[in-house]
Structures are given as structure tokens and as C-alpha cells.
């Protein structure tokens, strides 16, 4: 969910974000909620570079989805099944696989061959 608007971004197992980089319009990314999954779909008219650094939208409400203050890293609401929320928070790199499973402003889980990357510069407060 967006955590502004708290609008669902899933439709049928994917997550769809609006991304944005330094000289191009923009368009939609879906992305696995599998926590550890990198698999990502788009247009094919898009061509990523590797390092391509990019903002995240809530698609419904145009929120940036940057984390305050860490603007490699963008951050979701995960509800699961038992109503407990967590924020999954992930980075903005193309190519960087690096995502935190966060509650009461612990991380309780954390993915990806990059994760060691943010996770002393991650403010933890942040995340009740
Ligand atoms: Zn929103």
C-alpha cells in the first residue's frame, strides 16, 4: 500500500509503481511483492541502464515514495494476510538488490545480495 494515500498497488501478484528518471517522461513498473524477487516487467519501449537511478510514484496519488532523508531508497506499506503492517523498503538503483522487511522501527528482515549496502544509514525512527 501507499503509505500517503494507502491505496493497493497490487493487482494480481504484482505491485505497480510510476517511475521517473532525469530525462524521460516516465512510465509504469511492476515488480514481485515476493520480498527477494527482482523480477520486473514494463513497456518494452524502456531501456534501463545499469546504476539508472529513479524516483517511485504511488500511482494513485502521486506520492514520492522516497525515504526522508535517503533518497536511494523507496519505501511501501505490506499488509499481510493477519493485518500486520510492515514497510518494505528498497532501493531506487537499477541493478542494486537490496530490500528491508521494517516494523516498530526494527528491521526484521532484509533481501538481496546488496542489502548490507544501507543498512547503517537507514533511520530506523522513521518506521513505527
Ligand atoms: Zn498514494
Not at 519501449?45 to 500511482?59: I, T
Request: with cysteine; net charge neutral.
Amino acid at each position: 500500500m501507499c503509505p500517503k494515500c494507502r491505496g493497493y498497488l497490487g493487482v494480481d501478484n504484482k505491485v505497480i509503481f510510476c517511475i521517473k528518471t532525469k530525462g524521460w517522461e516516465g512510465g509504469l513498473l511492476m515488480l514481485t511483492p515476493e520480498l527477494g524477487d527482482y523480477t520486473s516487467l514494463h513497456h518494452p519501449s524502456f531501456s534501463f541502464k545499469e546504476n539508472d537511478d529513479f524516483d517511485f510514484y504511488c500511482p494513485i496519488c502521486g506520492y514520492d515514495l522516497s525515504v526522508d532523508g535517503e533518497k536511494r531508497l523507496a519505501k511501501v506499506i505490506l499488509k499481510e494476510d493477519n493485518d500486520k503492517e510492515y514497510y518494505v523498503i528498497f532501493s531506487k538503483i537499477k541493478g542494486e538488490q537490496c530490500t528491508y522487511k521494517v516494523a516498530n522501527q526494527k528491521v526484521e528482515g532484509k533481501f538481496g545480495k546488496d542489502a548490507d549496502k544501507h543498512i547503517n544509514v537507514l533511520n530506523l525512527s522513521a518506521f513505527k
